[in-house]
């Protein structure tokens, strides 16, 4: 786990995160944009980040696209819910 101050995005403490054998990674809407890193490009991850606010209200509501986003958000929601306390 890593701590920043709320003016650090998130995509920077983002490569010490990660150890190299990860398969899948999930984030929210900050980390659009991590596969085109220099230091992720040529890694072999699935990559799953949310859509940005925009492009989410572009999407059908009865659309798989809508649903997946739907069931990341559900996980993100539990795990970001036990930090607010």
């Not at 010490?16 to 890193?37: F, M, N, S, T």
């Not at 992720?40 to 572009?58: E, I, M, P």
Request: charged letters at 30%.
């Amino acid at each position: 786990m890593v701590t920043t101050a709320a003016n650090v995005h998130d995509l920077v403490p983002a490569d010490p995160l990660l150890h190299g054998e990860e398969e899948r990674v999930w984030g929210d809407a900050g980390y659009r944009g991590i596969a085109k890193r220099p230091s992720q490009r040529d890694r072999q991850v699935a990559w799953h980040s949310a859509l940005r606010a925009g492009q989410r209200r572009k999407v059908a509501g009865d659309s798989l696209e809508r649903l997946m986003e739907q069931c990341q958000a559900s996980v993100r929601a539990k795990v970001e819910h036990l930090f607010s306390m």
